[in-house]
Structures are given as structure tokens and as C-alpha cells.
């Protein structure tokens, strides 16, 4: 069975820093695609950044130079360092990767629980 479990995330400044990481654990053949997911309250989930497996990154224009995603393949964890936090960050963030297992010849996308990020003074 796989799982993503997030961490990292708490309250923080406005203009503070905060890492999150997201590792996959399970039975995994290999992940392809990985990124980071935001749902602020009373909105609908967006996409944050995007890293595929060789290491190509895309990230939402509103945190472009502020966010970086990575990821350790061998370790099937990958992270979002968050630098500048506004407010408007403020959200519940999601790990989500499209991985294949042994038993699988196609890949399917798996979620993690999600973890708070409030940015406030």
C-alpha cells in the first residue's frame, strides 16, 4: 500500500521561511511526476509546483521566485522550500504523485493528507 505523508507546516510570520517535505513510502516501482497542491479556505485546490522525475520544475506564477521544489529520488521524498510567505499563501498543503507499483503496469495519482500552512502576524 502507498502513502504520501506530508510535513513541515505551521505558523509562520509574514516574510518568514518554512521547508515542506512529502515522502512516499510503500510498494513503488518508481515515481514519475511529483508536486505540491494548495487549497485555501473557501477555495478550490490549485496547483503549486510541479517537478517531474528528471528534474524539470513548474511552479504557479504567484510564488515563482519565492518557492522551490525538489526532490531525492532515492529517498522518494521531495520537498518545497518556502521563502517570503504572504498571507495569500495560507492554506492546507497537498503532496501528490503519479507513481507505478509492482502489481501495476499503469501508474495511478496518490495523495498525501495535507498539512496547514498559516501565514499570519
Known amino acids: 500500500q502507498v502513502q504520501l505523508v506530508e510535513s513541515g507546516g505551521g505558523l509562520v510570520q509574514p516574510g518568514g521561511s518554512l521547508r515542506l517535505s512529502c515522502v512516499a513510502s510503500?510498494?513503488?516501482?518508481?515515481?514519475?511526476?511529483m508536486a505540491w497542491y494548495r487549497q485555501p479556505p473557501g477555495k478550490t485546490r490549485e496547483l503549486v509546483a510541479g517537478?517531474?522525475?528528471?528534474?524539470?520544475?513548474n511552479y504557479v506564477d504567484s510564488v515563482k521566485g519565492r518557492f522551490t521544489i525538489s526532490r531525492d529520488n532515492t529517498e522518494n521524498t521531495m520537498y518545497l522550500e518556502m521563502k517570503s510567505l504572504k498571507p495569500e499563501d495560507t492554506a492546507v498543503y497537498y503532496c501528490?504523485?503519479?507513481?507505478?507499483?509492482?502489481?501495476?503496469?499503469?501508474?495511478?495519482?496518490?495523495w498525501g493528507q495535507g498539512t496547514q500552512v498559516t501565514v499570519s502576524s
Open positions: 510503500g510498494s513503488i516501482s518508481n515515481i514519475n511526476a
Open positions: 501528490h504523485a503519479t507513481l507505478r507499483t509492482p502489481l501495476s503496469t499503469y501508474t495511478r495519482d496518490y
Open positions: 517537478i517531474a522525475s528528471g528534474g524539470i520544475t
